[in-house]
DNA sequence: GACCATATGCTCAATCAGAGTATAAGGGGT
DNA sequence: ACCCCTTATACTCTGATTGAGCATATGGTC
């Protein structure tokens, strides 16, 4: 036990702190995460914390990232601190894990970095072509073994967890609990992660090294939990685009369609963007209004968002 | 920088890691925050990360407070990691704050342990009689000085950045905006605060050692953001309750008074609590209807909360 | 028994989310 | 030139939710 009466810079037991970053953009309509690749596999930009060079944690990552990636980011937010003792073999190291948005562009580097289709990571989570296909061939047989393999009292708990945490029964299906379905995937053995005892046949999504694919699930419900009341979206997207762009950014984050109607009526009443007169050509059919997002709303208005009502979908 | 190929423990170097709690519970309609005397003043309960004794750092956390101050915490949620630089004397060192609920009862131990009104720290923030003296009288007047003695150039951005944080001119009172303004006094000098040059004359609120202060602000805004969709005021409340207490408590952390009947019609809407069928009587009038908390909500609905829309006042 | 205080129940209007329908403005094929 | 297809944009309708006020119930006190 520490002394808890002093206060100050402790002499006690240190620990290894690294800093990591989920860097998301966007292509098109896919959403993307930058990995590296790493003698232990794939995983996300890291780097150890370096001793007294920055000021702050943000700026450390702020240097991690431009130092190994040269990538210009635009957005950085701290996700959580993850310290399990198991996340990492030899002892207990503490990851700060930070969220970052960044427009796309092609990176390059020694650290063979990747855009990874978010989705190639949690393919449960993208229903905007309708219910993904794992849920109901691999996810659902799955958990209708756990519950038949589960003890009489515990029954009832469990049932409610499964039909909450992947919408089935009588509960609906919820864009934010992503981490909670992440790992309930990993108690149904269903990843393929690192630390696991033997490897899986027909893991579902793409593996990470480390606990890194946990890191990017908490980063995913983040944004989603944050695209509804703070407008972060803009910070992936060009200076100009069409709402129709807009609209396939927050789609592909979300991962489900929303109406485009109420869409555009929602963006237009918020004041978020101003139409710049140009027009955007390539449509396919009548050219969309190009628009830019109004960056004063950051300082005029207390929590402006997209105001998608708990990620409403169609 | 590290080598970025490298996954696994890190051999680099390392930094000091505390943890600290800010343990929130209502005593009547007082909210409180547990604190402790130290040498360098009056402090949150905070403790080093002792290596590899706890496998997760909520257990660390767990530990620690239980073995400081012995006090059943009901509720725990990860925080923020803290590392700027100066916010220690001496170097780096990270503190992983978590925030804490747990019921009103009598704390003692060799800590000094105390159970300081919230609104000491932040006198600015209760709104709950009306609008806090000490905004006209301290820091209006000090917001004015700060935006005369400013740069032409960037008048209107620190007007806009005034009005909004503070609800003045335009702009309405945020009751989430409780990190900006907390920064924004510090800024304006309001503050007396550990690393401060020189002692201050009618400084704002009750000053906590080093960056703890500021820490109880990331957690009290935490806390009224989580009020409006996860059930966690019940953490804080006994087993069973008038409808009025429930009412008092989220007064008491939103800072503001609430619709009395709107809140109840809430309430009852979202199936959060059930009737016992008892009452009390010691209300001085009709006897109110005692109530329990529907634990059963925690898995039933994906985001049950108390459904205060932007903690919407009367 | 009048009066006060608190609890509890109901109504009403304004707003907003969800969904549908209609019109505008391009390109490509015949 | 015309029709048709595609996408963008505009308007309407309906039900749900919110903010606010009014009315009633049930205790105690003078």
């Known amino acids: 036990m520490s002394d808890d009466r002093r206060v100050g810079l402790a002499d006690g037991p240190q620990a290894v702190v690294g800093l990591t970053a989920v860097i998301v953009s966007v292509d098109g309509t896919t959403p993307r995460v930058l990995t590296v690749g790493t003698d232990g596999g794939e995983a996300l930009p890291s780097g150890d914390l370096a001793g007294d060079r920055d000021r702050t944690l943000e700026a ?48 390059s580097g020694p650290g063979r ?16 072509r309708g219910r993904p296909g794992v849920l109901d061939q691999v996810v659902v ?52 992660e690192a630390g696991r005892r033997r490897p899986l046949v027909g893991a579902l999504g793409h593996q990470l ?54 869409f555009r009526r929602l963006v237009a009443g918020a004041n978020l963007v101003e139409p710049t007169g140009g027009v955007d050509q390539r449509t396919g059919g009548r050219p969309a209004e190009l628009y830019r997002f109004r960056r004063e709303v950051l300082r005029e208005r207390p929590a402006p968002g997209m105001g998608l009502r708990r990620l409403g979908g169609p």
């Open 113 to 128: 970095p990747h855009w990874r289709d978010w989705y190639e990571l949690f393919p449960w989570e993208d229903w905007r």
């Open 209 to 262: 090294a480390l606990d890194h694919r946990r890191i990017a699930a908490a980063a995913l419900e983040r944004l989603r939990g944050k695209l509804a009341y703070r407008p972060v979206v803009f910070e992936v997207l060009p200076e100009t685009f069409t709402l129709s762009t807009l609209q396939q950014v927050v789609e592909a984050f979300a991962g489900q369609v929303l109406h485009k109607q109420n």
């Open 60 to 107: 450390a990552v702020r240097r991690l990232v431009g130092e190994q990636l040269g990538l210009p980011v635009r957005y950085f937010e701290q996700l959580y601190t993850f310290g399990d003792q198991a996340r990492v073999p030899g002892g207990r190291a503490l990851a700060v894990a930070y969220l970052a948005l960044a427009r796309h562009q092609p990176v």
């Open 141 to 192: 047989p799955a958990l209708g073994a756990w519950l038949a393999a589960c003890p009489a009292e515990e029954l009832a708990t469990r049932t409610e967890r499964a039909e909450l945490t992947f919408g089935t029964g009588n509960a609906r299906w919820d864009p934010m609990r992503v981490l909670d379905r992440y790992e309930l995937l990993y108690e149904l053995a269903l990843l393929e």
